[in-house]
């Protein structure tokens, strides 16, 4: 079963479709949350491919957009990486309230700046046991590898990103989260993901998070796969590891 659900965090709307298998519950649960300019469905639908395989594998998951993004309420300028893992905790929030829902077998899984959210909030929530990072953020000094348009942000109160205009807190609030810090408090089992030919989060961040991980871990790396594994064989392949990692560790 799917259908759209909703949840308020911070006096704002968050849109969001919920997978649920067609047994008796109640069923382990995967909340998963999409990257910088992502929505809860991301390129080629890999979000919705990947619910439908947990779901297939007897597991629940529901994707939503965060604040700013998508269909949820609020204005992409104001969005902040600490304001992301406020959306991404309320997610675990909704879940551990659905009846069909197991609170003891709750998963995360994250996208680029969402794998940055979902590392993060498996160190700060003893609710996830389980956790899955795909072509994820470690270092937010990557945001400011373009000097210019940092300067643009700083000079002018924003940037344009392509049409989204992005409020100079975002860099502010970005120098104060620290990723591996917080995946390293993290107890349960982890899953990092990563193509080597990523041009925009480079494969050393799986391994800076990966080596962070002290509990069961397991890299994945896809061979000269991008960043969003924009190829059916590659998509496949993460998918298909994704679900079997969620499916031995719920």
């Known amino acids: 079963m799917e259908r759209p659900v909703t949840l308020t965090s911070r006096g704002e709307q968050m849109v ?3 997978h649920l298998p067609d047994q008796k519950g109640p069923f382990p649960a995967v909340a998963i949350y999409h990257g910088f300019t992502g929505t809860k469905v991301e ?3 890999i979000f919705v491919k990947m619910a439908r395989a947990l779901v297939a594998q007897g597991i629940a998951a529901v994707r939503f957009d965060f604040r700013g993004s998508g269909d949820s309420e ?3 300028a104001d969005m902040t990486v600490s304001g992301e893992i406020a959306d991404a905790i309320r997610v675990l929030d909704f879940l551990e309230a659905q009846s069909q829902v197991d609170p ?4 995360v899984l994250g996208l680029s700046m969402g794998g940055a959210v979902a590392a993060s909030v498996a160190g700060k929530d003893e609710r996830v046991k389980s956790l899955a990072l795909w072509a994820a953020v470690a270092r937010f000094e990557l945001f400011e590898s373009e000097p210019e348009l940092l300067a643009q942000a700083r000079k002018m109160g924003h940037v344009d990103l392509a049409g989204n205009v992005l409020n100079y ?3 502010e609030d970005a120098r104060t989260q620290d990723p591996v810090k917080w995946v390293s408090q993290f107890e349960g089992s982890a899953l990092v993901v990563h193509g080597d030919e990523d ?3 480079p494969v050393s961040h799986a391994d800076l998070l990966y080596d962070a991980v002290t509990g069961k871990k397991e890299k ?3 061979p000269g796969a991008d960043h969003t594994f924009n190829r059916h064989d590659w998509e496949s392949a993460v998918i298909s590891k ?3 990692w969620f499916h031995k560790t719920l």
Do not use: E, N, S, W
């Open 242 to 244: 994704t679900a079997d």
């Open 104 to 107: 003891q077998r709750l998963g």
């Open 43 to 45: 390129p080629h639908r």
């Open 16 to 18: 969001g479709m919920l």
């Open 199 to 201: 041009p925009t989060v």
């Open 74 to 76: 609020g204005d992409f």
């Open 220 to 222: 994945f790396i896809v």
């Open 169 to 171: 807190g975002f860099y």
